[in-house]
């Protein structure tokens, strides 16, 4: 098995595939659109739909740009969602979150049609991970994960699994997506009572806490797979992100591990664009 883990190798892996996808579709006369919601000027958001938007015209596919000021009303992003959402040209939608406190967030979540809901935001899609049917999309990071071990074809039936963090982003869905791939699952969390014990005796470990470099050497041990799903910025205040694993020490240890940066987020913006290209497959 390869040491590390590299989602930059798995997204051009997928890139070249949905290369595939989108000129079929194309041939058909349907190009793949996602339409991204933005309120406000966030650079984290920012950032994310750059990035979004190279990894679509990279693939051939479009994004459609829907712009809302910092103090929009809550009605006129219900109306802007409804309008995404009655496009038939617009096969899925991103809405970056967390949005402005004056708007309801759970309002905004169930305006969302699951069938247009990218990254698992609502009720339907998370109904949907749950009972295993084919409503809605998973969220893009959790399904990262699965197609980052599917890539390097590690298995997780019949593995001990420990996922850290339960949040409905990644721990809660990345769990699920584990079970469904046969693994024995177990969820840690802040309450959970000596840890690294816990860990040491999985087989594959998935680490989505957000508390950067804080799982060290204690908590691992030989023929482990590292998954580290953490974004952090690094502790002493220096340029770039770290994972929540403390990576140096950790990885001449385990047999796998994924880095920071460079591992699960690199997948993540691509998932996205899988899940666009999906959608506009069910409905040609
Ligand atoms: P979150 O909502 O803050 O959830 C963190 C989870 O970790 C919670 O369940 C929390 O437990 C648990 N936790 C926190 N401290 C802990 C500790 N000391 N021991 C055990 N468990 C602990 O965070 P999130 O949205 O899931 O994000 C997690 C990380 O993933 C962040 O670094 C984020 O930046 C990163 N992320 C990465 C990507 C990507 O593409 N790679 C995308 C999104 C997010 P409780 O529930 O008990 O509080």
Do not use: W
């Not at 219900?78 to 949005?99: C, M, Q, S, T, Y």
């Amino acid at each position: 098995m390869v040491k590390l883990l590299s989602g930059k190798e798995v997204a051009e892996a997928l890139t070249v595939s949905m290369k595939r996808d989108v000129e079929v579709l194309k041939a058909k006369g349907i190009t793949p659109t996602l339409g991204i919601i933005r309120v406000g000027e966030k650079g984290p958001d920012i950032s994310y739909e750059k990035g979004a938007t190279k990894r679509c015209e990279e693939v051939g596919a479009v994004v459609k740009n829907y712009r809302l000021p910092e103090d929009t009303t809550q009605q006129a992003l219900l109306d802007v969602i409804r309008e995404a959402n009655e496009d038939p040209a617009v096969h899925g939608v991103l809405l970056f979150r967390p949005l402005p406190k004056h708007i309801d967030d759970n309002a905004a979540r169930a305006a969302l049609l699951p069938k247009k809901d990218m990254d698992g935001i609502t009720d339907g899609s998370m109904a949907g991970i749950y009972s295993d049917t084919s409503q809605g999309y998973a969220p893009c990071t959790a399904e990262s994960v699965i197609k980052l071990l599917e890539h390097y074809q590690i298995d997780p039936a019949g593995k001990r699994v420990v996922v850290v963090g339960r949040s409905t982003v990644i721990g809660k869905p990345v769990s699920l997506l584990l079970l469904k791939k046969n693994g024995t699952v177990t969820i840690c969390h802040s309450k959970t009572k000596d840890m690294a014990s816990v860990i040491r005796e999985a087989d594959i470990v998935v680490v989505a806490m957000g508390r950067a470099e804080s799982v060290g050497k204690e908590s691992f041990r030989a023929g482990q797979v590292v998954v580290d799903v953490g974004v952090n910025p690094k502790p002493d205040g220096s340029k770039g992100t770290c994972g929540d694993v403390k990576f140096a020490e950790v990885e001449p240890l385990v047999e796998a591990i994924s880095p920071v940066p460079g591992g699960v987020g690199s997948v993540t913006n691509c998932m996205l664009i899988n899940h666009v290209i999906r959608a506009a497959q069910e409905r040609s």
